[in-house]
């Protein structure tokens, strides 16, 4: 079979499209053969080691451990192991499998059925594998970290992106009142997703103009964590998702320090996929409450292209790779 494969860290061209061996499911382990996934800025990290901190958290000190790259997944069951009892050859699925292994930007690849669930029926596979990690990051963060409240103002910093256009609809799903930052050419894209209010970060910084509040997800940008905690209600919260890396280490840094009992809380959030989540995900794309937003589709032959893409930080909403 044909999978993208890197072995050193580096710009999109050191990946590639090699025959190797079709995987064989272990007993608790389904074999999927992929029909889409989608690229995360998760991908870029570990192809690239721009974050040094990715190198010491199990990828690899000088070259990466896992050869195989990809998150996102959406495909068929081909065989399943003895021991797995959710899933049947033939069941169309889809999932986050960066807790097992990667590698999904290949023609088959080995899960255990913990990380997937059932294809959403109205979904295509392109835009099932659109979902996973973007959507748990946006829904973990407003949810668990910001404990969202109906009625409340939240604004979303990135509402563009791939975590944006999820984070923007979960807000609204939850009640809120939402304030999506983007740049002029995806304003429009944001109303229609269901913001109430949006503003333009070419020409207004959203930290300077005394709104204020209940919770602010960081997804994308810079702002310094001071200016966003002034952009807080005494008892707001910061959810900082993702951003310029000074964006991330003041969050993790400074957070903890800066939160105050019964006061402000700064804090981030970390994606973790789990099949209650992906249940009540795939549940909101049913209802249409949620709708993946693509911007680009690109074959598994032009995975260094999808990368590099994404690599430029411009996305608009997800993009998938056809298997
Ligand atoms: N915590 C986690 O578990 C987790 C999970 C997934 C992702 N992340 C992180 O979250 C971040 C976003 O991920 P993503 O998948 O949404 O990325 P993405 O899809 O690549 O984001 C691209 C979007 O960001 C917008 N953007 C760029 N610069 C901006 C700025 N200065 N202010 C506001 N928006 C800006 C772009 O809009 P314009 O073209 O209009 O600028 C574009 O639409 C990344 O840092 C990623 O590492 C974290």
């Known amino acids: ?12 061209d050191v990946i590639q499209l090699k025959e190797v061996e079709k995987p064989t499911p272990k007993e608790d382990e389904v074999l999927i053969k ?19 901190l990715m190198r010491l958290m199990g990828g690899g000190l000088l070259k990466p451990k896992n050869t195989r790259l990809g998150a996102d997944i959406a495909g068929r069951v081909e065989a399943v192991g003895r021991n797995v009892k959710q899933f049947l050859p033939g ?28 294809k959403p029926g109205n979904l295509s596979f392109e835009e099932a594998a659109a979902v996973p990690m973007a959507g748990f990051t946006a829904l973990q963060g407003l949810r668990d970290q910001g404990q969202i409240q109906p009625g409340q103002k939240v604004l979303i910093n990135g509402a563009s992106g791939g975590v944006g256009t999820f984070s923007v ?24 997703l269901g913001a109430d209010h949006v503003i333009d970060y070419t020409k207004e910084d959203f930290t300077q103009n ?8 960081a997804v994308n940008g810079y702002h310094p964590i001071s200016a966003y905690k002034r952009a807080l209600t005494p008892q707001g919260i910061y959810v900082m998702a993702g951003g310029s890396p000074a964006q991330i280490f003041q969050a993790m840094l400074l957070g903890p320090v800066m939160s105050k009992k019964g006061g402000k809380k700064m804090g981030g959030v970390t994606g973790r996929p789990n099949q209650k989540d992906l249940a009540l995900i795939k549940e909101l794309l049913e209802a249409g409450k949620v709708v993946p937003v ?4 690109y074959p598994l032959s032009e995975t260094a292209e999808a990368l590099r893409y994404l690599g430029e930080g411009h996305a608009r909403g997800k993009v998938v790779i056809t298997v």
Request: aromatic letters at 14%.
């Open 1 to 12: 079979m044909k999978a993208i494969v890197y072995t050193k860290y580096g710009p999109p």
């Open 34 to 52: 992929v029909h889409a996934a989608s690229v995360n800025a998760y991908d870029w990290h570990f192809l690239t080691a721009d974050i040094f």
């Open 210 to 217: 005394g709104q204020q509040y209940d919770l602010i997800l």
């Open 91 to 118: 069941d169309e699925v889809f999932g986050d499998i960066s807790a097992n292994g990667n590698g999904s930007f290949a023609e088959y690849v080995c899960s255990r059925e913990n990380a997937l669930s059932l």
């Open 294 to 297: 693509i911007d680009k589709r």
């Open 169 to 192: 609809q979960f807000a609204k799903y939850f009640g809120a009142e939402v304030t999506a930052v983007c740049s002029t050419r995806n304003l429009d894209q944001a109303r229609s």
